[in-house]
Structure formats: C-alpha cells, structure tokens
Nanobody, 122 residues
Framework: VQLQASGGGLVQAGGSLRLSCVASGRTFSNNAMGWFRQAPGKEREFVAA????????AYADSVKGRFAISRVYAENTVYLQMNSLKLEDTASYYCASGRSPVGISLETVASWGQGTQVTVSS
C-alpha cells in the first residue's frame, strides 16, 4: 500500500484541521489504518486507529473527544478530523496501514505515508 497524506497546516489553538490519507493498493480495504505523530525531539506516538470495516476505532487518551478517524472506501481515503487543537498537538502526522484487519500499533505498521506538518499557535 502506498499512502499519501495531506491537510496539515498552521492553525490557532482551539481551531480545527482535517487530515487526509489516500491509499493505493489492493490491501487498503483489508487492513486497519492509523494515524501517528512525532513532535520535535520526541518519539513517534499513536494517535488513532480504525479497523478494516470502520466498525472499531481507538484513540490515544490525549486526543479522545477531540479527534475522529474515519475511512471512505470509495475514495480509498482515511481521514483524521482534529478539533479543539492544542499547542501540544503540534507535530508531523503520519498515516499508516496495518498488518491485520483490526488493530495497528507502532510495532505492526506495514506501510507509512509521508508526514504532514500540523502547527498549532497560541
């Protein structure tokens, strides 16, 4: 699976952004997808995941209630809607495809997209 992420930008605290990740390849519909992020000087961390059929989602505690992950099969796209953005959300965001239909973690990523930068200002 090849992944192309977009939608990052500069936003004020409290604002919203929607990230998109377009996938090409036959396995998009079969596997879980996820978003991860990496801030300068920090390790890459899990943000959100969605199962192969969209029936299950998971979020990092730091983004629960503010971020929402979704996928549209007709578009081969996974979205990350980010609301109520905080300064600490500033990072490069990466989409990823998993190796199984249900879960995804840093250890089980099969393919990475390129990062898209999100910068939250005060």
């Amino acid at each position: 699976v090849q992944l192309q992420a977009s939608g990052g930008g500069l936003v004020q605290a409290g604002g919203s952004l929607r990230l998109s990740c377009v996938a090409s390849g036959r396995t998009f519909s079969n596997n879980a997808m996820g978003w991860f992020r990496q801030a300068p000087g920090k390790e890459r961390e899990f943000v959100a995941a969605i199962s192969w059929n969209g029936g299950r989602t998971a979020y990092a505690d730091s983004v629960k209630g503010r971020f929402a992950i979704s996928r549209v099969y007709a578009e081969n796209t996974v979205y990350l809607q980010m609301n109520s953005l905080k300064l600490e959300d500033t990072a490069s965001y990466y989409c990823a495809s998993g190796r199984s239909p249900v879960g995804i973690s840093l250890e089980t990523v099969a393919s990475w997209g390129q990062g898209t930068q999100v910068t939250v200002s005060s």
